[in-house]
């Protein structure tokens, strides 16, 4: 089973401010690396595949990077609506696993 | 509108069984492979299950290969999961997701708790 660690678990940052996320795999899942944002109470919601392509309705301020066992989300300025846990998944081998979440908070 | 709705949870004792459905709706449903995921209260994203847009191919988490069941009737567009068997630690919100390319589509969800 490939394990996926994010770091860090929490991260506080002000509105307006860059937030960089990662995820490492315990073996390389090639470019197979998705993100997704989850709010309180809600489902999961794809933002990124393919390690760096945005999902349909993505605002350009939410961008992925990396490939093999290295991974990062970044997003440029914090809004008000991104305040939410993120997770990072892989999907290159079974069984598909999750990373732990980070949580953007406000600072 | 393309949508995904979990119905068939509810609260079972321990040892019991709950079938869980996922209506499909706004896309070509028999076109798409499906999965389950679940998540425990305040924790993270489980994925349990597979099955491909044929029916042909699955895959099991180990948590919960030999006691639950993943089916699809494309001529209902719907999305099943028999849970037997169930445990205490089966509790959680359980999502059906859409796979293409990574799970691109989401239900609600429905919870499952399993007490005594």
């Known amino acids: 089973e490939i394990v996926m660690t994010q770091s860090p678990a929490t991260l506080s940052v002000s509105s307006g401010e860059r937030a960089t996320l990662s995820c490492r795999a315990s073996q390389t899942v090639s470019m197979n690396l998705a993100w997704y944002q989850q709010k309180p109470g809600q489902a999961p919601r794809l933002l990124i595949f393919s390690a760096s392509t945005r999902a349909t309705g993505i605002p350009a301020r939410f961008s992925g990077g990396g490939s093999g066992t290295e991974f990062t989300l970044t997003i440029s300025s914090l809004q008000s609506e991104d305040f939410a846990v993120y997770y990072c998944q892989q999907y290159y081998n079974w069984p598909r696993t999750f990373g732990q979440g980070t949580k953007v908070e406000i600072k | 509108e393309v949508q995904l709705v979990e119905s068939g949870g509810g609260l079972v004792q321990p040892g019991g069984s709950l079938r869980l459905s996922c209506a499909a709706s706004?896309?070509?449903?028999?076109?798409?492979?499906m999965n389950w995921v679940r998540q425990a209260p305040g924790k993270g994203l489980e994925w349990i299950s597979y099955l491909r847009n044929d029916g042909n191919s699955l895959y099991y988490a180990d948590s919960v290969r030999g006691r639950f069941t993943i089916t699809r009737d494309n001529s209902k567009n719907t999305l099943y999961l028999q849970m037997n068997s169930l445990r205490v630690e089966d509790t959680a919100v359980y999502y059906c997701?859409?796979?293409?390319?990574?799970?691109?589509?989401w239900g609600q969800g429905t919870m499952v708790t399993v007490s005594s």
């Open positions: 997701a859409r796979s293409w390319r990574a799970f691109d589509v």
């Open positions: 706004g896309f070509n449903f028999p076109n798409y492979d």
